[in-house]
Structures are given as C-alpha cells and as structure tokens.
C-alpha cells in the first residue's frame, strides 16, 4: 500500500513538467469546486513549506504515528492512503487545518499549529488538493462519498 502511495505522489509530482502546473485526477474537487492543476502546484509548494516537517515530504507522517508521545499528543499522521485523511469530509480537512484540531475537537491537546494565521484560505484548500491528487482512486472515491454524505458535494 505504501508503495502505491509513493507511486502515486511521485506520478503527481512529476507531471508538473516544468510548468508549474500538474494534471489532477479527473473529476477531483474541493468544496465543491474543481481542483486546477495550477492548484495542485501551490498546493505542493505550500505542503513541502509548511507541512512537510511534521506529516513526511512524502505524506508518510511521523513513525509510529497510531501511539501516543510521552507528553500524550499524538504523532503527525500520515497523508497518504496509509492515514485516516481520507476518511474526513472536505469541510473537515479544511476546519482541522485552519483552526487546528483543538479549534475542531475542544480541548483536545495537538502539536498541530491552527494555520488560519499562516496560510489563506486558498492556500490551505491548494494543499488538501494536493493531497487529496495523490490517493489512489479508491481512497479519493471513498473520501468524494464522506464529503458528498457531509452536504459538501465534492
């Protein structure tokens, strides 16, 4: 499964073509609207910026991201189909990154920053695009059906 995810990553990765775009799958949105390849682009940038520290440069997260740190927060999960990711709506993954999941999930202690400070709205919708171009069809299809399911209709 983890090489599919690596395949797939380093396929999207290399259609950019040296033009600053990249091809999406077809039929990919989010929120509704239709990714761009020039989206997905920005979106890649923006995760190997401000995300790739902590969930992997190649959306792999930290080791033994399933158990608790001693300080009781979870480790940075993956991105990949190996994670959960695709297993929340498009409205979801949008709140938990712009608010953080404390922001989401009151009280609930994460190493993860809210970004609504550091990134927009646009850039924070170009990495979930990002991320969600390099699942495989089944993951993207599953998570289009808990996004459509959460009155989103992506």
């Known amino acids: 499964m983890a090489v599919a995810g690596l395949v797939a990553f380093t396929t999207v990765a290399a259609q950019a073509g040296g033009t600053g775009t990249q091809v999406p799958p077809d039929g990919l949105t989010f929120l509704g609207q239709p990714v761009t390849g020039e989206q997905i682009a920005l979106g890649q940038e ?92 089944r993951q993207r299809e599953i998570q289009a059906r808990v996004t459509a399911n959460d009155g989103d209709g992506s």
């Open 46 to 137: 923006v995760y190997a910026q401000s995300c790739a520290s902590c969930h992997g440069a190649d959306l792999e997260g930290q080791p033994d991201w399933k158990r608790r740190l001693e300080n009781g927060r979870m480790p940075a999960p993956p991105h990949d189909e190996s994670g959960h990711t695709w297993h929340h709506s498009d409205r979801d993954l949008f709140a938990i990154t712009k608010l953080g999941i404390g922001g989401v999930v009151p009280g609930y202690g994460s190493d993860m920053p809210a970004f609504k400070d550091i990134l927009s709205d646009d850039e924070i919708a170009a990495v979930l695009a990002f991320i969600k171009s390099t699942w495989p069809e």
